[in-house]
């Protein structure tokens, strides 16, 4: 079936760090991929997308690439902020419905 | 031009009550998607619905949960004789197209609470 896994949170940084979130899916063809982020007590935003192969998504300093050799969409940052903390959802889009991973709480330190 | 819209944005009822939550899908979205996120968890599918036609409820539990998106109005996610274990935060999203390639856009939220 359709899944996708990402790396277990949470997360803590110190800001102006690198930040990488593994996400890797499980799909029949090739689904589009997604990453959103949720503040505390809000709903989800789209950070970034991809629709495929090869592209890469990109959004206030994020990036991902779908990669379909790896079957993967690992989220990036070079320098986070304490603004980035927050919980990151990547999902694929397969059969019209989303499907999530767990999610990956992210803390930044001043 | 407003996002999805979704209200209450809380909710409290007693067991064996009902709840009703809408949502209003983004101006120019015909499609509208009900999703339930339990605490500490991801969010999963419920129902995808068109105007006056559920397309997929293949996520949504067999009894005590139902859903409409009527030719006007908002779309309704009904939860008859709520238990504890309904609590949890209902998102719902909507896009101008069925396709895979468009986004979906969330809504705030409703956060039920069962007591």
């Known amino acids: 079936g359709n899944s996708v896994t990402q790396m277990e949170g949470p997360v803590t940084l110190s800001e102006e760090a690198f930040l990488t979130i593994n996400c890797t899916y499980t799909?029949?063809?090739?689904?589009?991929l997604f990453w959103y982020v949720q503040y505390p007590g809000e709903g989800l935003q789209l950070l970034l997308k991809?629709?495929?192969?090869?592209d890469k998504g990109s959004n206030k300093g994020f990036e991902a690439t779908y990669r379909k050799e790896t079957t993967s969409f690992h989220l990036e940052k070079g320098s986070v902020q304490v603004s980035d903390s927050a919980v990151y959802f990547c999902?694929?889009?397969?059969?019209?419905?989303?499907?999530f991973g767990k999610g990956t709480r992210l803390h930044i330190l001043p | 031009n407003a996002g999805v819209m979704q209200n209450p944005r809380h909710l409290v009822r007693r067991r064996g009550q009902e709840a009703r939550l809408r949502c209003s899908p983004m101006?120019?979205?015909?499609?509208v998607y009900w999703y339930r996120q339990l605490p500490e968890e991801g969010l999963k599918f419920m129902v995808y619905?068109?105007?006056?036609?559920?397309?997929?409820e293949s996520g949504m539990p067999k009894e005590r949960f139902s859903a409409e998106f009527p030719k006007e109005g908002p779309s309704i996610l009904r939860i008859q004789q709520v238990v504890r274990g309904d609590s949890a935060a209902y998102f719902c999203?909507?896009?101008?197209?069925?396709?895979?390639?468009?986004?979906?856009?969330f809504g705030p939220g409703t956060r039920l609470t069962v007591t």
């Open positions: 799909a029949t063809g090739y689904p589009s």
């Open positions: 999902a694929l889009n397969r059969d019209d419905k989303i499907i």
């Open positions: 991809a629709t495929k192969a090869d």
């Open positions: 101006k120019g979205h015909s499609h």
């Open positions: 619905l068109q105007k006056e036609n559920i397309i997929d």
């Open positions: 999203a909507s896009s101008p197209s069925g396709s895979e390639a468009y986004e979906q856009y």
